[in-house]
């Protein structure tokens, strides 16, 4: 089976393919893509980093250990945000200081809860419904959490279900679920 490098390189050297495939469906299929600068380079970030993440479910892949501790960060940050509207101590310095006890205390189990929920390798994850989520998270993430426009969220989405079925043809093992 390919190894990081193999996945990784060759989301860098093919993603002039995505963005053919954007364009052939902007031209003929009339969908309202939008290639934008802007979403070129993001579209070029998800779909190098979909060409590895479906092992993210192999515990010792760098990708795995990568985004645990974004996940962990994220989760900390969350309950954070969440905690800040709930402290209210006297002295009042004291309220960020106990809401991010909540959030690290978060970030903690969310590091070991990966890991433990991340079903066995080679499973659901790489399937074409892992890759289908991933570009829907990446379509949102672009559209609603950076606020560009809906045809440049698409591009990116489509550019991240891209990235991620690369990896799974290079490791022959295209499924659905």
């Known amino acids: 089976m390919p190894n990081y490098d193999t996945h990784v390189l060759s989301g860098i050297v093919t ?8 364009e052939l469906l902007k ?3 009339k969908l309202p893509i939008e290639l934008t600068s802007t979403a070129l380079i993001l579209g070029y970030a998800f779909y ?8 993210m479910d192999h515990p010792d892949a760098l990708i795995h250990r990568g985004s645990k501790p974004i996940v962990s960060v994220a ?4 309950v954070f945000l969440w905690a800040r509207g709930f402290v209210h101590m006297n002295p009042a310095w004291i309220n960020p200081v106990v809401s991010w006890v909540a959030g690290a ?3 903690l189990v ?3 809860a990966f890991t433990w929920l991340m079903p066995k390798h ?5 399937s ?23 045809g440049e969220g698409i591009f990116v989405g489509l550019s991240a279900f891209l990235g991620y079925t690369l990896h799974l043809a290079l490791d022959r093992s295209v499924k659905l679920v």
């Not at 190098?48 to 092992?55: A, E, F, M, R, T």
């Not at 989760?75 to 969350?78: L, P, Y």
């Not at 080679?122 to 790489?126: A, E, K, P, S």
Request: aromatic share 14%.
């Open 105 to 107: 205390l978060a970030g």
């Open 75 to 78: 989760a900390g940050s969350a």
């Open 48 to 55: 190098v980093l979909g060409s590895d993440l479906p092992d």
């Open 15 to 22: 993603y002039p393919i995505a963005v053919l495939i954007g």
């Open 110 to 112: 969310a590091w070991y």
């Open 122 to 126: 080679r499973g659901i994850v790489h």
């Open 128 to 150: 074409l419904l892992f890759a289908g989520i991933y570009g829907l998270l990446a379509f949102l993430l672009v559209e609603y959490g950076l606020k560009m426009s809906t």
């Open 27 to 29: 031209v003929y299929a």
